[in-house]
Antibody, heavy 120, light 107 residues
Framework: EVQLVQSGAEVKKPGESLKISCKGS????????VVWVRQMPGKGLEWMGI????????RYSPSFQGQVTMSADKSINTAYLQWSSLKASDTAMYYC?????????????WGQGTLVTVSS | DIQMTQSPPSLSASVGDRVTITCRAS??????LAWYQQKPGKLPKLLIS???TLQSGVPSRFSGSGSGTDFTLTISSLQPEDVATYYC?????????FGQGTKVEIK
């Protein structure tokens, strides 16, 4: 069974750092992009960027370039999203998802989401 | 960057109605377009890839069409369980932008 399991909810203060994770199982991790998607409370889906775990090729949305860092460790089938200095405006649900590296298909499996709350 | 414009932002229709949602890309994306359904408090679910390929297990009342810049998601007979927000997404090249979403309600 394909699964993407994300790390648990986080409550942080402005200025703090954070790294959340997304672990894939039940499929070949290096045959898929890992995609990160933000959903702010009551708002739509925002594409943050992608990473290919095979060689860590990373592409960021212009809106998130320089604000977050994506990484992956293919030896443990895990991708990461990190912030060096959180802001209150980073409060949101963050999803990881996968998309085939080879096929014309959308994001077919999603993690359960990690709720990040940033508040003083 | 290519913009994805979805319309309408919301709609209200009766059970059994035919519902159409459109998505327009600012440049040619060929057929690199997906549609998702997100029910309140739930994960997004992939309905359609490659503009018109229905995902396994998705009811046949859902269909997608289009290529290039103009795309359509159609629900042929709206059911109560279809209440959700629907998003298009292009993925020909990064950024894989989502549309703004269309909220579908029952009248």
């Amino acid at each position: 069974e394909v699964q993407l399991v994300q790390s648990g909810a986080e409550v942080k203060k402005p200025g703090e750092s954070l790294k959340i994770s997304c672990k894939g199982s039940g499929y070949s991790f290096t045959n898929y992009w890992v995609v990160w998607v933000r959903q702010m409370p009551g708002k739509g889906l925002e594409w943050m960027g992608i990473i290919y775990p095979g060689d860590s090729d990373t592409r960021y949305s212009p809106s998130f370039q320089g604000q977050v860092t994506m990484s992956a460790d293919k030896s443990i089938n895990t991708a990461y999203l990190q912030w060096s200095s959180l802001k209150a405006s980073d409060t949101a649900m963050y999803y990881c998802a996968r998309r085939s590296y080879y096929d014309n298909s959308g994001l077919d499996h999603w993690g359960q989401g990690t709720l990040v709350t940033v508040s003083s | 960057d290519i913009q994805m414009t979805q319309s309408p932002p919301s709609l209200s229709a009766s059970v059994g109605d035919r519902v159409t949602i459109t998505c327009r890309a600012s440049e040619d994306i060929k057929n690199y377009l997906a549609w998702y359904q997100q029910k309140p408090g739930k994960l997004p679910k992939l309905l359609i890839s490659a503009a018109s390929t229905l995902q396994s297990g998705v009811p046949s009342r859902f269909s997608g069409s289009g290529s290039g810049t103009d795309f359509t998601l159609t629900i042929s007979s709206l059911q109560p369980e279809d209440v959700a927000t629907y998003y298009c997404q292009k993925y020909n090249r990064a950024p894989w932008t989502f549309g703004q979403g269309t909220k579908v309600e029952i009248k």
